[in-house]
């Protein structure tokens, strides 16, 4: 008696639960302005991303090819996991005095966890996070990026 009895309890709760999931379906079907899931990729072109996503570190350049990055190397210092290369060189300044300036800012994507402290302690403000999200590659040793471009300098007044 006690198994017909747990039998159809087995599909009272069957029936309930697929009615459940039912009306959840026909709401969206009849109201699709208010579903919330993202159909990705097919959503691309008009796709938003929050500001707050971090999608990869940039260095941002002005229109003159200039950065802010003084090379300090706080941000690697501060790097968890080694993510971040900076790569100084001295030059000397026509007073003749030697100054320290940034030779390549060397990024590994494929390592970064996305904390932020890079962006935090960095006093230039030299850095940022994009939010672009889509970094396949075939080949890691892309996700290895130089972030100053060629022939970059140092923003005046950023010194
Ligand atoms: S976000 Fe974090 S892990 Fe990534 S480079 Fe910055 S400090 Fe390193
Ligand atoms: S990005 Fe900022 S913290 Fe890192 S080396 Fe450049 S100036 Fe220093």
Redesign the pocket.
Known sequence: MREIFNYFKTIFFALKSLWTGMKVTSAYFFKPWKIVTQQYPENRKKLKMYERT?GE?VMPHNEKNEHQCTACGI?QI????G??EVKSVTIETPDGKKKKVLDKYI?NLG?????????KVCPSDAIVFSNKFEHAVFNKEKLVKTLNKEGSTLKKGAE
Request: net charge positive; aromatic share 10%; with cysteine.
């Open positions: 971090k570190l941000c501060n790097c968890p996991n993510t971040i990024y390592m970064c966890t996305f904390c932020g402290l890079c962006v």
